[in-house]
């Protein structure tokens, strides 16, 4: 327990920040930027993403790089531009292809500015999310059974 009487609940979920003066965006807080299909508030689809983290616990290992590159994926799948920042790790901005528009690499302390291009029109993923991965298993188990039942014994 955090707080007496307290402690942990699940939350509503993401949710769009409006902020006066930006265009909506969709925050990322750490890791949360490595779960697939569960980032953008599907009813309020923000503009961009923006990932603030602190990679100091990686230390120089592969973990700020897979980071980094779990944040770029979330940018494709959902047709958004992202820009990450990461006071210890990789800090960068990627437009709604992953294309990457500028960084900062380890433990640099510097300003990143960049222009941030406008968002894709919602992908396949940002309106179907994880029934793409799971309906592309169940045909290939399905033509699997067909094809073991069909098969020539030989």
Known sequence: MVVPGGGFASGPGPQTLHVPGLPPVGALICYEAIFSGQIVDRNDRPDWLVNVTNDAWFGNSTGPRQHLAAARMRAVEEGLPLMRAANTGISAAFD??????????????????VTLPGALPATLFARFGLWIPAMSVTVALGVGLMARRFALPG
């Open 96 to 113: 709604a292809r992953g294309h990457e528009l500028g960084r900062l690499g380890m433990q640099q302390t510097d300003t990143l500015a």
